[in-house]
């Protein structure tokens, strides 16, 4: 047996209200790795990343660096190094891109933050030279990258990805899961939640297809990508 995952989850079920949308679902993400989670409108991925974040309250296990999350809170979790880059990105319109940059690192020391801020410069220089523009005056894939820059700011050891391409231009997809393939490369482990599948696996070390709340397919990328049973439903045909 290899070393212990980095994110354990463990027949995790969550509900609104009456409505079961996770119904006992197990992923594991090994640290260093990329795993994605693709599926249909209404699967489950919105929720699973949720739940993982402490969002939503949810039954079953999520373990965390050997730890169990249970009753763990938010802020805990982004203090354990957990950040979540939400699907709608809920980025702060009429701030500036440095202001919000400013919100991610709302729990780090004042010097840290200041050596972050650089540290995403560096990596988005883009954001850099817009640093004093309004949020909402972005292109969407800048502002895709003033989210997952945000979500740096705390300095995540797991990164969970919610639709990072969602609205966006093919081109920009590509720049987009470049930069995340390069965020695997400094060590960041990934969990990337993605309708586009076929790029989202080409990326990926491992994946889940998630089917009404439940994980109805897993294994290395590669292997999911040339499933058959899913070309024609989530690959766009062969
Ligand atoms: P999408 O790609 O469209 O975001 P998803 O795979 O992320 O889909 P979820 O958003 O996790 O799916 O939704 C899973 C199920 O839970 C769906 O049936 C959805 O209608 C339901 N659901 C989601 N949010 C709520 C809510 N706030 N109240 C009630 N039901 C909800």
Do not use: C, H
């Not at 397919?217 to 058959?228: V, W």
Request: aromatic residues 4%; positive net charge.
């Amino acid at each position: 047996t290899g070393p212990a995952p980095l994110l354990d989850v463990r027949d995790l079920v969550t509900r609104y209200g009456r409505v079961e949308a996770l119904s006992g679902v197990s992923i594991q993400v090994p640290a260093g790795q990329i795993v994605s989670v693709i599926g249909a409108n209404g699967a489950g991925k919105t929720t699973l990343m949720n739940s993982v974040m402490g969002v939503l309250p949810s039954a079953g296990q999520i373990t965390y660096a050997g730890a169990s999350l249970q009753g763990v809170p938010l802020e805990g979790r982004v203090a354990r190094g957990i950040s979540l880059v939400p699907e709608r990105r809920d980025l702060f319109a009429s701030m500036t891109v440095q202001d919000n940059l400013q919100l991610g690192a709302y729990l780090r020391r004042r010097e840290a933050w200041r050596a972050d801020l650089d540290a995403v410069y560096t990596r988005f220089p883009r954001l850099r030279e817009r640093r004093a523009q309004l949020a909402g005056t972005l292109s969407g894939g800048e502002q895709q990258m003033l989210a997952i820059g945000r979500a740096l700011m705390a300095r995540p050891k797991l990164l969970l990805l919610d639709e990072p391409s969602l609205g966006l231009a093919p081109l920009i997809v590509r720049d987009i899961l470049n930069i995340v393939q390069q965020l695997r490369q400094d060590g960041v482990t990934v969990l990337l939640v993605e309708q586009n599948a076929r790029a989202s696996l080409a990326i990926s070390d491992q994946a889940y297809v998630l089917e009404t709340g439940q994980v109805k397919l897993s294994g290395p990328a590669s292997a999911i990508a040339k499933d058959e049973s899913l070309t024609a439903s989530y690959l766009g045909g062969a």
